[in-house]
């Protein structure tokens, strides 16, 4: 079974401090890894994934396949990186052709002014 | 453009009554997902349409919860005998074809409040 653990609830920073989010997962196969962003009051949004290798608001996460890791990094938090930060899987192949989304339970990103 | 949109945004029923929840998807997208969200946990997926047909309906946790999409738009998921551990945010995503890698896009929820 698939299973996406985030092992913190809460991460509180200073502004300007780097940020690490720490995603663990565990899939019998080659997963898509992404990371989802809710910001107050608004909907979940995707904030980046695995295979497009790119920085969104200066956010970068690399998938470990040997830790079976895909942390999300920032190297200077800002005060409105403040949000629930999801980790989410799809498999990389699916008969039935359902790419459904597995999450972890969310870090709460507290940026102190 | 007009996301993803879900009514109604908070349902307040009683025990034992039924439910419909509902979403418009992105124009277009032939993808749709539902997903529940309890309380301090992430989204749970519940069921997959392509097009008309339910794909994927391995998520329902009971025959209480049935979900349709009858003309490949918008969705309705229904619960029956609504108890209080149904309590939770329906979420709806939909995305262009359902296909590996693609962007689902998330709708604001409906906040379901069995008493």
């Known amino acids: 079974a698939q299973r996406v653990t985030q092992p913190e609830k809460l991460l509180s920073v200073f502004k300007g401090a780097p940020v690490e989010l720490k995603c663990n997962y565990s899939?019998?196969?080659?997963?898509?890894l992404f990371w989802y962003v809710q910001y107050s009051r608004q909907r979940l949004q995707l904030l980046l994934r695995?295979?497009s290798r790119e920085s969104i608001k200066g956010f970068t996460a690399d998938l470990n396949k040997g830790e079976t890791s895909f942390h999300l990094k920032k190297p200077f938090a800002q005060e409105e990186d403040s949000a629930m930060y999801y980790c989410?899987?799809?498999?990389?192949?699916?008969?039935?052709?359902?790419?459904?989304?597995?999450f972890g339970k969310g870090t709460k990103l507290s940026v102190i002014p | 453009g007009a996301g993803v949109s879900q009514t109604p945004s908070n349902k307040v029923t009683e025990k034992g009554k039924y439910v419909e929840l509902r979403c418009d998807p992105i124009?277009?997208?032939?993808?749709l997902y539902w997903y529940r969200q309890s309380l301090g946990q992430g989204p749970e997926f519940l069921i997959y349409?392509?097009?008309?047909?339910?794909?994927?309906d391995s998520g329902l946790p009971n025959d209480r919860f049935f979900a349709v999409r009858p003309e490949g738009s918008v969705s309705t998921l229904k619960i029956q005998r609504t108890e209080r551990g149904d309590s939770a945010v329906y979420l709806c995503?939909?995305?262009?074809?359902?296909?590996?890698?693609?962007?689902?896009?998330f709708g604001p929820g409906t906040r379901l409040l069995v008493l």
């Open positions: 899939y019998s196969g080659s997963p898509e």
């Open positions: 995503a939909s995305s262009r074809r359902g296909g590996y890698q693609e962007t689902q896009y």
């Open positions: 695995h295979i």
């Open positions: 349409f392509q097009g008309t047909g339910a794909a994927d």
């Open positions: 989410a899987l799809s498999p990389a192949y699916s008969g039935a052709g359902s790419y459904q989304l597995t």
């Open positions: 124009s277009g997208h032939t993808a």
